[in-house]
């Protein structure tokens, strides 16, 4: 649950907050734009398994929440014993494990410079069937290691490989570990034309909680008060992808008849991530949504009420929120009775466009403002 203090959202609360009139807010939003994402920065010599992009496995990709963090990572469902192969040229820069106890956590970080701090992390490698010291050069398409698999401990999990572009940080502990910052098909030959796509309905929730809201005799999901809402989204680079993605940029827009209240980006994962690890934030558990009707499993569903609009995912974003029933400084409504239109725009890393329409209705009182849990 939100705090009991949640914020507006930030255009709320920055604006209205100021006792601007709703014509202030009509000019602000005026000249903004919607970023459109930026192409991959680079290219590497290929895979890290033979054969082309079908042949890859392509599974959990950059964005996408797994549990309650962002997986910021590419993942590719491989046999135990597969050989992994260099991406590039480079340097060995770091090989360790986050987990001692078990042989599935090992990696291994290859920097395109020499004593460079910044390159590619390959995880889940066998240990035995890596052996190059720190510094050792390696060219592109050499064997780096085999995967492991995960049969060895408890973590029952699909063998793969976890990739990522990563930086070399201190730990505390005195020793440099691999943190992502960036989403690994920014240097991948990814070819996707398929772009995102939407849940078929709008779900208004409780702020910070799963209740829902009432419907309008039409169908409308019925606003009053403070509240969240959800928006399931997913993405695929191919009809045959095992599992669904997560976008990597998230727009929003708020209209009342034809006026733009405002534009804000729920979203940008194309940047740094910021806390990956409060995914709960902004996602509903994929152990909730499993409890909902099945068309909406294939779904990541989004708070995205729960947003200062900066792109980056932060603890702080649970406080804010949508009050539809909040007042401006001279005891008048926000937002008046009646029907709104959310448009919600998403892309991919390749830049492929998808967008949906949800109207919904703001009530005059809380009468009919009817909750199921």
Not at 11 to 19: A, E, M, N, R, Y
Not at 45 to 66: C, I, K, M, R
Not at 130 to 154: A, K, N, T, W, Y
Not at 314 to 336: I, V
């Amino acid at each position: 649950m939100a705090p009991s203090h949640s914020r507006l959202l930030p255009w709320l609360s920055l604006t209205f907050g100021l006792g601007w009139s709703c014509s202030a807010v009509e000019e602000e939003v005026a000249s903004e734009t919607i970023p459109i994402p930026n192409t991959p920065s680079s290219a590497t010599t290929g895979w890290p398994f033979l054969g082309d992009q079908q042949a890859q496995g392509l599974f959990h990709n950059y964005t996408q929440p797994v549990g309650n963090q962002i997986h910021a990572g590419q993942d590719f469902l491989q046999p135990a014993g597969t050989p992994v192969r260099a991406l590039a040229g480079g340097w060995i820069a770091a090989y360790g494990t986050w987990y001692p106890e078990n042989a599935y956590h090992h990696y291994l970080v290859v920097s395109e410079e020499q004593g460079g701090d910044e390159g590619w992390c390959y995880v889940h490698l066998d240990p035995s069937t890596v052996s190059f010291p720190l510094g050792h050069r390696v060219e592109p398409g050499d064997v780096l290691g085999r995967i492991v698999s995960f049969q060895l401990g408890l973590q029952k999990a699909p063998d793969h490989l976890h990739l990522a572009w990563v930086r070399l940080q201190p730990d505390g502990k005195g020793k440099n570990r691999p943190q992502p910052i960036a989403d690994p098909f920014s240097r991948l030959p990814l070819k996707d034309r398929i772009p995102p796509s939407f849940a078929k309905e709008l779900i208004v929730v409780s702020d910070g909680g799963l209740d829902t809201f009432s419907r309008s005799a039409t169908g409308l999901p019925q606003v009053w008060g403070k509240v969240d809402l959800l928006v399931g989204i997913q993405d695929l680079a191919s009809p045959e992808q095992k599992t669904p993605w997560m976008a990597s940029k998230v727009q929003a827009q708020l209209w009342r008849q034809d006026r733009l209240l405002k534009n804000w980006c729920v979203l940008d994962h194309r940047q740094e991530i910021g806390d990956r690890f409060v995914a709960s934030v902004l996602y509903v558990h994929r152990s909730k949504v499993l409890a909902w009707p099945e068309e909406r499993h294939p779904f990541h569903w989004l708070r995205i009420t729960n947003s200062d609009g900066d792109g980056r995912l932060e603890s702080e974003d649970a406080t804010f929120g949508w009050n539809s029933a909040a007042l401006d400084q001279a005891g008048k409504r926000l937002f008046p009775p009646g029907e709104y239109r959310l448009v919600v725009q998403a892309w991919d890393w390749s830049g492929n466009l998808g967008e949906a329409q949800f109207q919904l209705e703001v009530l005059a009182t809380g009468e009919n403002a009817g909750r199921r849990p």
